[in-house]
């Protein structure tokens, strides 16, 4: 069974940390995973602060990263970029990964950086879905644990920027 996981993002436009909104148990908002599972709708997943998804290879899972403004913006937001940056998590007990991401370019190496235009769903400002791609002959086995970090460059109608940053963690089963 495949399964689509998000990371879920939303930021306060007006907000001058450059952090993404805590995690809200109430509505499950904020920072929050999600998991689509055979097209069979979305669903919470877990806390991105205290949960890690572990994505499978067998089952062709995927993820996906999404941004949103918590609060409708004025100015208006004129456009949105979305940067993730994947690393090996090197300090983890046990990590067999030999590789930083677990996506690839053409060729076989690791694509660490990712940072397509972003499609948008109502407030929402999306990258992806990503497949997994190891390249089997140099990866490790088992569970290869990978930090990342996602950065959205918001640009408002007036000229303004705000940056918003924030850095999960995700396993994958190969």
């Excluded at 998804?53 to 937001?77: G, H, K, R, W, Y």
């Excluded at 990978?146 to 396993?171: I, N, Q």
Aim: hydrophobic fraction near 40%; glycine fraction near 8%; proline fraction near 7%.
């Amino acid at each position: 069974m495949a399964t689509l996981y998000a990371l879920n993002m939303t930021f306060d436009p007006a907000a001058s940390t450059g952090l993404f909104n805590q995690y809200d148990p109430t509505n499950n908002s904020g920072r929050a995973w999600a998991q689509n599972v055979n097209g069979g709708g979305w669903v919470f997943a877990g806390n991105p602060d205290t949960f890690a998804p572990e994505l499978s290879l067998a089952n062709a899972d995927s993820v996906q990263f999404a941004v949103s403004p918590s609060t409708t913006p004025s100015p208006a937001i004129s456009s949105v970029v979305l940067t993730v940056i994947f690393s090996t998590d090197r300090k983890a007990s046990n990590n067999p990964s030999k590789i930083a991401s677990p996506f690839q370019l053409t060729g076989g190496n690791p694509r660490c950086v990712l940072a397509d235009t972003p499609g948008t769903f109502q407030q929402w400002f999306v990258i992806g879905p990503y497949g997994l791609a190891v390249n089997r002959s140099n990866s490790g086995s088992g569970r290869l644990k990978f930090e990342f970090s996602l950065a959205a460059h918001v640009t408002f109608a007036d000229g303004s920027v705000k940056d918003f940053g924030y850095d999960p963690e995700m396993d994958v089963d190969i």
